[in-house]
């Protein structure tokens, strides 16, 4: 009777789909900045985020915002949010976060990536390839600084 049951309590983590939340371009000195010489300067942020959507299902997404600038101008502004649905059951309650935190963003981060380089190519500038993330040291460095975030205000 227990092997019956035994099938039940195999851990699940299935991707039920991803999907391009948000992407959105803006190029506020265009079209004068077409015609400046010097190269842009790179700003890149992230964040990531979950959300459980239902007993076992989770949302996982990964923000990215690109800034382009020549001098004190923007020459583009690229925000893009890629999420995901994930299954997650007969998982121990310790290793859901790390999962959504890590996992997750590890198989979303490649297509918002070629969304991104994409929409600055259509755009009418040079592709920009954004590097690869350790989301597991990014996960880790997150956690310790809203743990010292924490201990800051008990204090």
Do not use: W
């Amino acid at each position: 009777m227990s092997d019956q049951n035994q099938p039940d309590q195999q851990p699940v983590f299935n991707i039920q789909r991803i999907y391009l939340k948000d992407l959105s371009l803006e190029q506020p000195n265009s079209p004068a900045i077409f015609l400046e010489q010097d190269s842009p300067g790179i700003e890149v942020s992230i964040d990531v985020g979950a959300e459980q959507l239902a007993d076992g299902i989770h949302e996982a997404s990964v923000t990215v915002t690109v800034t382009a600038k020549i001098r004190d101008k923007v020459a583009f502004l690229v925000e893009g949010k890629e999420a995901g649905i994930f299954e997650l059951r007969n998982i121990p309650d310790d290793q859901i976060e790390p999962l959504l935190g890590i996992a997750c963003p590890n198989i979303i981060y490649p297509y918002l990536r070629a969304n991104i380089a994409d929409m600055v190519t259509r755009a009418g500038f040079p592709p920009i390839h954004l590097t690869e993330i350790n989301f597991e040291v990014f996960y880790h460095q997150r956690k310790q600084a809203l743990a010292q975030a924490a201990g800051q205000q008990v204090q």
